[in-house]
T-cell receptor, first 116, second 112 residues
Framework: AQKVTQAQTEISVVEKEDVTLDCVYE???????LFWYKQPPSGELVFLIR??????QNEISGRYSWNFQKSTSSFNFTITASQVVDSAVYFC?????????????FGKGTHLIIQP | GAGVSQSPSNKVTEKGKDVELRCDPI?????LYWYRQSLGQGLEFLIY????????KSGLPSDRFSAERTGGSVSTLTIQRTQQEDSAVYLC??????????FGEGSRLTVL
């Protein structure tokens, strides 16, 4: 069975600090996909990134970066120079199915608070 | 609008009543998903449609829950004889391809 653990329930930092959100996953499959979603106060979930299990290259998109390490089954998300608008709940998710038939298994989310 | 539309946005009902939640996906998206988000919990997968068919219904919490999709577009999630533990936000998402789900704003269900 697949499982996603986001151990940090809530993180609070001051604006401009860097912050890393942890995600640890469990799966028996060799082929799987990892995702991060952002849920701002408005409630609508926003897709951030998708990575497949064969691509361990780290990715950077502006102030966002993701560190995928199969050796530790982790897919951590770092925001550099955080801004108040980054305040949201962030969900890490895993899917073992290429076709999406099993849906995504989400972690319980990390509530990120960026204080001005 | 261009996004996933869900209705009603808020529903308060009495225990034992039936409720129907509607999802209008983004035009052209063949995949449609229903999730449930309970207070303090993560997102719980309920059901997935590819076109009008649902290959896997095992995520539905009980036989009081059912879902259908017609015309490869609008989907309805029906909860019969609602219980208080059904109170949650029900999220619908659609996808043009695997992984990039576009979520609606959800339907908040409160069962008194």
């Amino acid at each position: 069975a697949q499982k996603v653990t986001q151990a940090q329930t809530e993180i609070s930092v001051v604006e401009k600090e860097d912050v890393t959100l942890d995600c640890v996953y469990e799966t028996r499959d060799t082929t799987y996909y990892l995702f991060w979603y952002k849920q701002p106060p408005s409630g609508e979930l926003v897709f951030l990134i998708r990575r497949n299990s064969f691509d361990e290259q780290n990715e950077i998109s502006g102030r966002y970066s993701w560190n995928f390490q199969k050796s530790t089954s982790s897919f951590n998300f770092t925001i550099t120079a955080s801004q108040v608008v980054d305040s949201a709940v962030y969900f890490c998710a895993l899917s073992e199915s290429r076709g999406g038939a099993d849906g995504l298994t989400f972690g319980k989310g990390t509530h990120l608070i960026i204080q001005p | 609008g261009a996004g996933v539309s869900q209705s009603p946005s808020n529903k308060v009902t009495e225990k034992g009543k039936d409720v129907e939640l509607r999802c209008d996906p983004i035009s052209g998206h063949t995949a449609l998903y229903w999730y449930r988000q309970s207070l303090g919990q993560g997102l719980e997968f309920l059901i997935y449609f590819q076109g009008n068919s649902a290959p896997d219904k095992s995520g539905l919490p009980s036989d009081r829950f059912s879902a259908e999709r017609t015309g490869g577009s609008v989907s309805t999630l029906t909860i019969q004889r609602t219980q208080q533990e059904d109170s949650a936000v029900y999220l619908c998402a659609s996808s043009p391809h695997f992984g990039e789900l576009f979520f609606g704003e959800g339907s908040r269900l409160t069962v008194l």
